[in-house]
């Protein structure tokens, strides 16, 4: 596809109305990923001072080691439930660790995927499928 030809207003698809209204409960969700992200992070940098690996299993028969490697456990499966539940909600995830996600939608013209940011208030960039969320530029307000 042609990012020329796309920047035409009647080009791009309008944002359906569904992403916007279900954005604040993405936002929360991306919002709970992206730090669960950074609390593992963390925790699996704890672990591994101690000479630990971080889970799977086996995990520590030592108390503190074990309580440190639980809590992993329990945060990566709060950040992957998280984004189970914005793929339900149509987005697709983009970056994990910076918090993008991708709305594709269909047009005349062929898909393009509305891009958004953790921290941004509203979808208003967008990027085809064959590049990445770096990539992506402002929605004309014209064609939003």
């Known amino acids: 596809m042609n990012r020329r030809l796309l920047r035409r207003p009647h080009a791009i ?21 992206v730090v669960a992200r950074v609390r593992a992070r963390e925790l699996a ?11 799977p299993p086996p995990l520590s028969t030592l108390p503190h080691v074990a309580e440190l490697q639980e809590q992993l456990l329990a945060i990566e499966e709060s950040a992957a439930r998280a984004w189970d539940e914005v793929r ?3 987005g697709q995830v983009a970056d994990e660790e910076y918090g993008f996600v991708d709305f594709p939608v269909d047009g005349a013209d ?3 995927l509305f891009c958004w940011q953790l921290g941004e208030k509203t979808v208003d960039h967008w990027h085809l499928p064959d590049e990445r969320c770096l990539d992506r530029v402002p929605i004309d307000p014209s064609t939003a």
């Open 88 to 90: 339900r909600l149509g």
């Open 45 to 55: 940098e704890r672990l591994a001072d101690l000479g630990h690996p971080s889970p």
């Open 13 to 33: 698809p309008p944002l359906p109305h569904a992403i916007v209204e279900r954005l604040p409960r993405i936002e929360w969700l991306t919002n709970r990923a």
């Open 110 to 112: 062929g898909t393009v």
